[in-house]
């Protein structure tokens, strides 16, 4: 089992930087690759970026060159930095972890970001 725990979401100016985290526990070492995935109101959920074990990385259309997933394996934690926010940014954004195969993706609780005009 993978326990995930996002944080760093808030209220934000368009234009502005925020930057996520996730820090995992638990089987962490069964862990291929991680993600972010976001969901806005009354839209489907939909991924934002994804990087693995060997550093990886790919991101949505919507996000590329503004968006950067990083991470820190001596601490477990997966980053998004995400600079030049716009209004259509704002959603719940999760963090995932897939191991396999076969495939099981675990997700986090989420974390709101705003992102004010």
């Known amino acids: 089992q993978v326990q995930l725990v996002e944080s760093g979401g808030g209220l934000v100016q368009a234009r502005g930087s925020l930057r996520l985290s996730c820090a995992a526990s638990?089987?962490?070492?069964?862990?291929?690759?991680m993600g972010w995935y976001r969901q806005a109101p009354g839209k489907l959920r939909e991924l934002v970026a994804t990087?693995?074990?060997?550093?990886?990385?790919d991101y949505a259309d919507s996000v590329w060159g503004r968006f950067t997933i990083s991470e820190d394996n001596a601490k477990n934690t997966v980053y998004l930095q995400m600079n030049s926010l716009k209004p259509e940014d704002t959603a719940v954004y999760f963090c995932?972890?897939?191991?396999?195969?076969?495939?099981?993706?675990?997700w986090g609780q989420g974390t709101q970001v705003t992102v004010s005009s």
């Open positions: 995932t972890a897939d191991s396999g195969p076969p495939l099981r993706r675990y």
């Open positions: 638990g089987s962490t070492f069964i862990i291929n690759a």
């Open positions: 990087i693995t074990s060997s550093g990886s990385t």
